[in-house]
T-cell receptor, first 113, second 113 residues
């Protein structure tokens, strides 16, 4: 089955700096890659997603890039703010696996004021 | 949380006892999922449902069963709880099984002593 690895496990950045989280996947058939943000005591919430026919997608301060050849994708957060402090999960899925999501282990991001 | 509630929110039980967790949604979403979240493992799919009385296994289904008799309710049962099932359990819903957002509930923290 799909194996998604996520790095780093923790990330501390100064407010205003950028944060980058990287994920790799094993199943070359995977074609959907969402990112979820989980705030303390809450369930995860989708913040951005990308499909395999797109190399990059942006939404305000958040962007995701995908390299299908290398089988890795990344989340970029620019101009970080205290409210960006949370746990971030990457995931991957494919139609051949009934679109079931395989999640990475998560990255705890702390934005220092 | 897209109209998703989970009950109970916290539970402490003893090894060998049966436990049932309930997920209730008001969004009329077709798909429902049960995940467990453990440090270092991210979110792992236990079981999911693609319609009333239609369920299938996820990657960590051993020791768990599910039932869905109504669109709005998805039950997760631990027939005989073990300490390895101590975890935070999340229910999620989705409009379809494809490239669509999953909406997560607030979670249930289960401790098996």
């Amino acid at each position: 089955g799909e194996n998604v690895e996520q790095h780093p496990s923790t990330l501390s950045v100064q407010e205003g700096d950028s944060a980058v989280i990287k994920c790799t996947y094993s199943d070359s058939a995977s074609n959907y890659f969402p990112w979820y943000k989980q705030e303390l005591g809450k369930g995860p919430q989708l913040i951005i997603d990308i499909r395999s026919n797109v190399g990059e997608k942006k939404d305000q301060r958040i962007a995701v890039t995908l390299n299908k050849t290398a089988k890795h994708f990344s989340l970029h957060i620019t101009e970080t703010q205290p409210e960006d402090s949370a746990v971030y999960f990457c995931a991957a899925s494919t139609a051949f696996n009934d679109y079931k999501l395989s999640f990475g282990a998560g990255t705890t991001v702390t934005v220092r004021a | 949380d897209a109209g998703i509630t989970q009950s109970p929110r916290h539970k402490v039980t003893e090894t060998g006892t049966p436990v049932t967790l309930r997920c209730h949604q008001t969004e009329n979403h077709r798909y429902m999922y049960w995940y467990r979240q453990d440090p270092g493992h991210g979110l792992r799919l236990i079981h999911y449902s693609y319609g009333v009385k239609d369920t299938d296994k996820g990657e960590v289904s051993d020791g768990y069963s599910v039932s869905r008799s109504k669109t709005e309710d998805f039950l997760l049962t631990l027939e005989s709880a073990t300490s390895s099932q101590t975890s935070v359990y999340f229910c999620a819903t989705g409009t379809s099984g494809g490239y669509n957002e999953q909406f997560f509930g607030p979670g249930t923290r289960l401790t098996v002593l």
